[in-house]
């Protein structure tokens, strides 16, 4: 009788809680705390949910129902930049050690995982969806997102690269109608 019980047992758990820094940079001791060395949070669209960054893991906050999950993902280190589609069907996560996962944020499974060359600092989608623009110190790449509509291998392409910055590059920001990026460095 007790194989027939363990047959009846559901091993189906999931993570609601996460212990660990929401915002900033995990250890209060460091150096670089507060100086722009932690993740960024993002709304939805609608502004009902917040995403934070939780060490290597992505939890979300439902601020009308007060309900948190985390994303079944999980990244080699330290997340450092987030980034929501307009749409808010695709998330982009970037580690410490700029290695990029495309996320499809509402079943949580990993579409897409590349390494970035060199340091990303901030990464933005286009309003469209079409694009997405990645900071790697003086430089601005543009890459393809997918479709949905279209199944394809390797779904982010580069387009691009734009450079002209003076210093490294701290904030990008895309017009409304995608047509005009705007790079900000030191």
């Known amino acids: 009788?007790?194989?027939?019980?363990?047959?009846?047992?559901?091993?189906?758990?999931k993570l609601h809680r996460l212990c660990g820094a929401y915002y900033g940079h995990p250890t209060s001791t460091s150096t670089n705390a507060g100086k722009g060395s932690g993740s960024n949070l993002l709304y939805t669209s609608d502004?009902?949910?917040?995403?934070s960054a939780v060490s290597?893991?992505?939890q979300v906050l439902d601020l009308r129902t007060h309900t948190l999950r985390t994303l079944p993902i999980e990244s080699?280190?330290?997340?450092?930049?987030?980034?929501l589609s307009h749409d808010d069907v695709?998330?982009?996560?970037?580690?410490s050690q700029n290695y990029a996962m495309l996320v499809n944020f509402y079943r949580g499974v990993v579409l897409h995982r590349l390494k970035f060359k060199k340091a990303v600092r901030e990464i933005k989608f286009s309003p469209d969806g079409r694009?997405?623009?990645v900071s790697q110190g003086k430089h601005v790449q543009v890459w393809h997102t997918p479709n949905s509509m279209q199944k394809a291998f390797c779904p982010l392409i580069f387009h691009r690269t734009y450079t002209g910055q003076?210093?490294?590059?701290?904030?990008i920001v895309w017009s409304l109608d995608?047509?005009?990026l705007l790079a900000g460095s030191r």
């Open 90 to 95: 695709m998330l982009v996560v970037v580690d």
């Open 131 to 133: 694009y997405l623009a």
């Open 76 to 83: 080699r280190s330290n997340i450092k930049c987030l980034a």
């Open 1 to 13: 009788s007790n194989q027939f019980l363990f047959f009846l047992m559901k091993f189906n758990y």
């Open 56 to 58: 290597n893991r992505v």
């Open 178 to 180: 995608s047509s005009v």
């Open 166 to 171: 003076a210093g490294d590059i701290t904030s």
């Open 47 to 51: 502004g009902n949910t917040l995403v």
